[in-house]
């Protein structure tokens, strides 16, 4: 039986005498460093696995959630640059992903508007090798094309990279790309793109630099941040067929199952409101105003969308069952994490006549798709809206760690905590102190271990402050109070009409162009108390919104945002 709650469906008497004395993790010893393996997804929403509630069948994943704790308030950025903050430790401003497309304007040449990791940039894998781990990456990179940002410059001692932060999951003829690149590297050369879907064989890249090493004593950390279910969706037809008729019912009814099991398992309280859809006036159609055929697309998105999903966790199985099989996996610290909520829709890139996406071939090989808001309100069920956005949507992200032998406590924490966390959260796990004053950018989060084994209810002080800027959009939380700068257009506003005429012609790009020229307004929310963001209260607080304002100008101050 699929596990949907966060532990096994074990009696509150059982939970609370199996937990009751939690244990820090045994002294390290010398041979006995734990392995340290970080999986990240990319695009994957906060209630798509089934241990947050979803209906896709992720049995591998929920298994581990089962075995370690499942982090219900991890903050990431709202696109994939929060990679570089999880291998670095540091803010994106700072080592060279100030904003995710081209710096524009005053940007132009200003420290942390590189586009590529920078020279301050010190990755956890340069740290973790000089101290005799081995160190692997295979997957998606992402963090530029540079020689001097490749993995293998970044500590990274065997490496099989897509450069670029998408492409083709099925291998894909030269003269078909339009306006798209896609690099792959062995180790720092460049190397023919895979003859096979790409996420099987990220996992076969790694297994086999693993196994390469099998027999050596010391310890490894691999870093496997798969590129799925990211656009376009594309899976094996095998998979695809699971999930026919599977979704449908439509946006709404999967939805609030979803939410439904959340409250059933404990991922939500009982009386959490959910983030409610956004209105049909934003040019976005509910489920009731398709047609027949626009819903037999829409219902084949979401299909190929969770067999992507479901495939990405037979994958995690595989790598799992071949480190139990050379026992390795009892000494291995797990971390897995999305990169940032599910997204919302984007358009192809591609010449028509070099796509086949008829209802028969969609998400198969030639393919080029991917699903709406609507589905992304789903996958992000009940939190609003998506990718992109500085809403709980777009930077709330599930987040399972299992400790070395299963140590510690198996309660959900539901503390915040963000990805600048990971960092000194593993070089602790290792034994290795903070580096200081060496010219790198500085650690900015704290060591989540003590929080993982029991030892502590929080990581953060309760004043902390958690800010991010990218695009022109914002957030800074402190406490229960989190204010967001979104850009917000009211229906009758010029600009609205034109991203909502882009949309109903399937412009999406244009939308998106349009949407960077809305005005930027501040909102402030009850984080605790409304984490789906479904009132607005700063004209009731204008001064909890001005104090909020102002650790938002020294967190700008401190990391070097710059204004296009």
Same mark, same amino acid.
């Given at each position: 039986?699929?596990?949907?709650?966060?532990?096994a469906?074990?009696?509150?008497?059982?939970?609370?005498?199996?937990?009751?004395?939690?244990?820090?993790?045994? #002294?390290?010893?010398?041979?006995t460093?734990?392995?340290?393996?970080?999986?990240?997804?990319?695009?994957?929403?906060?209630?798509?696995?089934?241990?947050?509630?979803?209906?896709?069948?992720?049995?591998?994943? =929920? #298994?581990?959630?089962?075995?370690?704790?499942?982090?219900?308030?991890?903050?990431?950025? /709202?696109?994939p640059?929060?990679?570089?903050?999880?291998?670095?430790? #540091?803010d994106?401003? +700072?080592?060279?992903?100030?904003?995710?497309? /081209?710096? #524009?304007?005053?940007?132009?040449? &200003?420290?942390?508007?590189?586009?590529?990791?920078? =020279?301050?940039?010190?990755?956890?894998?340069?740290?973790l090798?000089?101290s005799?781990? *081995?160190?692997?990456?295979?997957?998606?990179?992402?963090?530029?094309?540079?020689?001097e940002?490749?993995?293998?410059?970044?500590?990274?001692?065997?490496?099989?990279?897509?450069?670029?932060?998408?492409? =083709?999951?099925?291998?894909?003829?030269?003269?078909?790309?339009?306006?798209?690149?896609?690099?792959?590297?062995?180790?720092?050369?460049?190397?023919?793109?895979?003859?096979?879907?790409?996420?099987? !064989?990220?996992?076969?890249?790694?297994?086999?630099?693993?196994?390469?090493?099998?027999?050596?004593?010391?310890?490894?950390?691999?870093?496997?941040?798969?590129?799925?279910?990211?656009?376009?969706?594309?899976?094996?037809? %095998?998979?695809?067929?699971?999930? &026919?008729?599977?979704?449908?019912?439509?946006?709404?009814?999967?939805?609030?199952?979803?939410?439904?099991?959340?409250?059933?398992?404990? !991922?939500?309280?009982?009386?959490?409101?959910?983030?409610?859809?956004?209105?049909?006036?934003?040019?976005?159609?509910?489920?009731?105003?398709?047609?027949?055929?626009?819903?037999?697309?829409?219902?084949?998105?979401?299909? !190929?969308?969770?067999?992507?999903?479901?495939?990405?966790?037979?994958?995690?199985? *595989?790598?799992?069952?071949?480190?139990? *099989?050379i026992?390795?996996?009892?000494?291995?610290?797990?971390?897995?994490?999305?990169?940032n909520?599910?997204?919302?829709?984007?358009?192809?890139?591609?010449?028509?006549?070099?796509?086949?996406?008829?209802?028969?071939?969609?998400?198969?090989?030639?393919?080029?798709?991917?699903?709406?808001?609507?589905?992304?309100?789903v996958?992000?069920?009940?939190?609003?809206?998506? &990718?992109?956005?500085?809403?709980?949507?777009?930077?709330? !992200?599930?987040? +399972?760690?299992?400790?070395?032998?299963?140590?510690?406590?198996?309660?959900?924490?539901?503390?915040?905590?963000?990805?600048?966390?990971?960092?000194?959260?593993?070089?602790?796990?290792?034994?290795?102190?903070?580096?200081?004053?060496?010219?790198?950018?500085?650690?900015?989060?704290v060591?989540?271990?003590?929080?993982?084994?029991?030892?502590?209810?929080?990581?953060?002080?309760?004043?902390?402050?958690?800010?991010?800027?990218?695009?022109?959009?914002?957030?800074?939380?402190?406490?229960?109070?989190?204010?967001?700068?979104?850009?917000?257009?009211?229906?009758?506003?010029?600009?609205?009409?034109?991203?909502?005429?882009?949309?109903?012609?399937?412009?999406?790009?244009?939308?998106?162009?349009?949407?960077?020229?809305?005005?930027?307004?501040?909102?402030?929310?009850?984080?605790?108390?409304?984490?789906?963001?479904?009132?607005?209260?700063?004209?009731?607080?204008?001064?909890?919104?001005?104090?909020?304002?102002? %650790?938002?100008?020294?967190?700008?101050?401190?990391?070097?945002?710059?204004?296009?």
């Amino acid at each position: 039986m699929r596990r949907r709650a966060f532990l096994a469906q074990a009696s509150a008497a059982s939970l609370l005498a199996a937990c009751a004395a939690p244990s820090r993790l045994p #002294a390290l010893a010398a041979g006995t460093r734990p392995n340290i393996l970080v999986i990240m997804a990319d695009d994957l929403g906060y209630s798509d696995l089934g241990t947050m509630g979803g209906e896709i069948p992720t049995p591998h994943l =929920d #298994a581990l959630a089962g075995e370690g704790r499942v982090l219900t308030a991890m903050y990431a950025s /709202p696109l994939p640059i929060s990679r570089g903050t999880l291998l670095t430790g #540091a803010d994106h401003h +700072i080592i060279g992903y100030g904003s995710m497309g /081209p710096p #524009a304007g005053r940007q132009v040449g &200003k420290p942390g508007y590189e586009r590529r990791l920078n =020279d301050r940039a010190r990755t956890i894998a340069t740290l973790l090798r000089g101290s005799g781990y *081995r160190t692997y990456m295979a997957g998606v990179w992402g963090l530029g094309a540079a020689p001097e940002a490749d993995p293998s410059a970044r500590g990274f001692e065997q490496s099989f990279a897509l450069i670029e932060a998408a492409a =083709d999951y099925f291998p894909i003829e030269a003269e078909r790309l339009r306006l798209e690149t896609m690099t792959y590297r062995q180790n720092g050369a460049q190397v023919a793109q895979p003859d096979r879907y790409v996420t099987d !064989v990220y996992t076969d890249r790694m297994i086999g630099f693993i196994d390469a090493n099998a027999s050596d004593l010391a310890p490894f950390f691999a870093y496997l941040p798969y590129s799925a279910p990211h656009f376009p969706l594309q899976a094996h037809p %095998d998979f695809i067929d699971r999930f &026919k008729g599977a979704y449908d019912a439509g946006y709404d009814a999967i939805r609030l199952a979803r939410i439904a099991r959340q409250r059933a398992s404990g !991922v939500i309280a009982a009386d959490f409101k959910p983030a409610q859809p956004v209105p049909e006036s934003d040019g976005f159609k509910s489920w009731a105003s398709l047609t027949p055929e626009e819903r037999r697309i829409e219902a084949r998105r979401m299909e !190929v969308y969770a067999a992507m999903v479901a495939n990405l966790d037979w994958n995690i199985g *595989r790598l799992i069952a071949y480190l139990k *099989r050379i026992g390795r996996y009892d000494n291995t610290f797990i971390l897995f994490a999305s990169g940032n909520g599910a997204a919302s829709a984007w358009s192809t890139r591609r010449l028509p006549e070099n796509v086949d996406n008829s209802l028969a071939n969609m998400g198969r090989r030639h393919s080029w798709i991917s699903y709406t808001e609507r589905w992304a309100e789903v996958s992000n069920a009940p939190l609003s809206m998506w &990718k992109t956005r500085m809403t709980e949507g777009g930077i709330s !992200v599930p987040t +399972i760690v299992r400790l070395p032998r299963g140590a510690g406590v198996h309660e959900p924490i539901r503390a915040p905590a963000t990805f600048a966390d990971v960092a000194p959260t593993l070089l602790e796990l290792a034994g290795l102190p903070r580096p200081q004053n060496d010219g790198a950018a500085p650690l900015e989060g704290v060591s989540l271990l003590p929080l993982l084994e029991g030892r502590a209810t929080r990581a953060h002080s309760e004043d902390a402050v958690f800010a991010d800027e990218m695009n022109g959009e914002a957030f800074v939380r402190r406490g229960r109070w989190k204010a967001s700068l979104l850009a917000t257009a009211d229906p009758g506003d010029a600009l609205r009409a034109e991203e909502i005429a882009a949309l109903a012609r399937g412009d999406l790009v244009r939308s998106s162009e349009v949407r960077a020229r809305f005005p930027r307004v501040w909102h402030l929310f009850d984080i605790e108390g409304d984490r789906g963001e479904t009132t607005d209260v700063s004209a009731a607080h204008p001064d909890i919104l001005a104090a909020l304002r102002a %650790d938002f100008s020294a967190y700008r101050e401190r990391v070097g945002v710059v204004d296009p």
